[in-house]
């Protein structure tokens, strides 16, 4: 098993760690901030020579070519353009020398909403190698929308994002909130855009979906240091054949379930946790997992993820999200 592993944690496969932030030193909305002590702790931590920023078109790139990445490659992403973003982070990013891709939504800016960047200063950013992408222009949830005004949501941004920023938007696209249809995500590649990134925890790996990225979502509760330095080390768990296909539940609770590459090895310490209940009964079909849960999930969003012991002490990891009607 050793040079098995090995084998899997050499630069020799695209993988990363995508982190995702929202407001900085804003204690009004712990759920989507981070304490700047804590963020300053994530920078000195990123610091250390093992990890590797990169811009994320770069991640991106090599995820779509199948072109290697240093072992711990970090991307980082901010969701929504606060005012935070502007006065806090940047100047911290910016000389601690990170590269970083801000997803905006131009409704909130042509709005002039309280506690946002304007115009001017998302320029400013993007001059100074920020990378902007689209959000949607008012960051509604796309699945409850019907198809037409769901494109509009994207199209609408992307025109807005050309109209403001000198060299245009980056052909990235974050869901709100992290959630999408089948159809969503057509919409997306269909228009052309290189990558779409989910707010479900797990690791950027080869046979990643491009158009369903996995992020680490940075909040109060959940930004330690201990937690951060599991992160940012964690391996993909690299998986295929995962049913159900959509997001969007048909049948609740869902019949889950993935084949893990047998590659990886023995998987006597994988484990799966859903974020409403917790363990979760799994049945091991050689390296076909079966997820059963115990009962229907609540109305909403409801992430599971998977995790299994990996070399020198890291965590593989892999999250879905579901979308639960009723």
């Known amino acids: 098993m050793g040079p098995i592993f090995a084998t899997l944690t050499q630069a020799s496969e695209p993988a990363a760690v995508i982190l995702l932030y929202n407001r900085f030193g804003d204690p009004r909305l712990p759920a989507i901030n981070v304490r700047l002590e ?12 093992r990890y590797t920023v990169l811009p994320v078109p770069e991640i991106v790139r090599a995820l ?13 992403t901010i969701d929504d353009s606060y005012s935070s973003v502007y006065h806090e982070a940047w100047p911290r990013l910016r000389d601690a020398g990170f ?18 960047m304007t115009w001017e200063q998302i320029a400013e950013l993007q001059q100074a190698g920020v990378t902007i992408g689209n959000h949607t222009r008012t960051r509604r949830r796309l699945p409850g929308l019907a198809p037409v005004a769901a494109g509009r949501e994207i199209d609408d941004a992307n025109l807005r994002l050309a109209a403001e920023l000198p060299a245009g938007p980056a052909m990235l696209f974050a869901y ?47 930004a330690d240091i201990d937690r951060f330095r599991l992160i940012v080390n964690a391996l993909p768990l690299q998986v295929s054949d995962i049913l159900p296909v959509s997001p969007i539940l048909t049948d609740n609770p869902p019949a889950f379930g993935f084949m893990v590459d047998p590659k990886v090895g023995k998987l006597n310490t994988l484990a799966c946790f859903e974020s409403n209940t917790g363990a979760v ?6 390296h076909r997992i079966e997820a ?29 999200h579901f979308m639960a009607n009723q």
């Open 64 to 76: 779509k070519n199948s072109e290697s990445l240093p072992d711990r490659t970090i991307g980082i």
């Open 99 to 116: 590269p970083f891709t801000l997803f905006v939504a131009p409704g909130r800016v042509d709005r002039a909403a309280a506690d946002n």
């Open 38 to 49: 804590q963020f300053e702790a994530h920078l000195e931590e990123l610091a250390n020579p």
């Open 292 to 320: 059963r849960f115990s009962k229907p999930f609540p109305p909403g969003r409801i992430r599971v993820n998977c995790t299994m012991r990996g070399p020198e002490g890291r965590w593989r990891w892999f999250g879905r």
């Open 176 to 222: 709100p909130y992290g959630e999408f249809s089948l159809q969503n995500r057509d919409q997306v590649i269909n228009r052309g855009y290189a990558a779409a990134f989910g707010q479900h925890s797990g690791v950027v790996g080869p046979g990643s979906d491009r158009f369903s990225l996995p992020r680490f979502g940075m909040n109060e509760k959940y």
């Open 281 to 286: 009964k799994l049945e091991f079909l050689e």
